[in-house]
């Protein structure tokens, strides 16, 4: 299990676990990422948001928010 900003460009990820404050819980969700979600890493450098497609969107996330998303790579 690892962070989303960990997960490279091209690879697939499923949601595994998401951490956080209720608040931070019911916006990661109502964007659509909850458990069991599978996302494309289309964007991940450094200093820069991350760019991921899930759920049929396209999702932009900051840096660190996605420290308390946690991914297992499928591919």
């Given amino acids: 299990m690892q962070n989303l900003n960990e997960v490279k460009v091209g ?3 499923v949601i595994t676990d998401v ?3 209720s608040r931070f819980l019911s916006r990661v969700t ?3 990422l909850s458990l069991g979600c599978e996302i494309d890493m289309l964007y991940n450098e450094k200093k ?3 760019l991921l497609y899930g ?3 396209v999702i932009a996330l900051n840096r660190e ?3 308390n998303i946690f991914v297992e790579v499928i591919a």
């Fill in 48 to 50: 820069f948001p991350l």
């Fill in 30 to 32: 109502s964007i659509g």
């Fill in 11 to 13: 690879q697939k990820a």
């Fill in 65 to 67: 928010e996605s420290q």
């Fill in 55 to 57: 759920r049929d969107t």
């Fill in 19 to 21: 951490k956080g404050d």
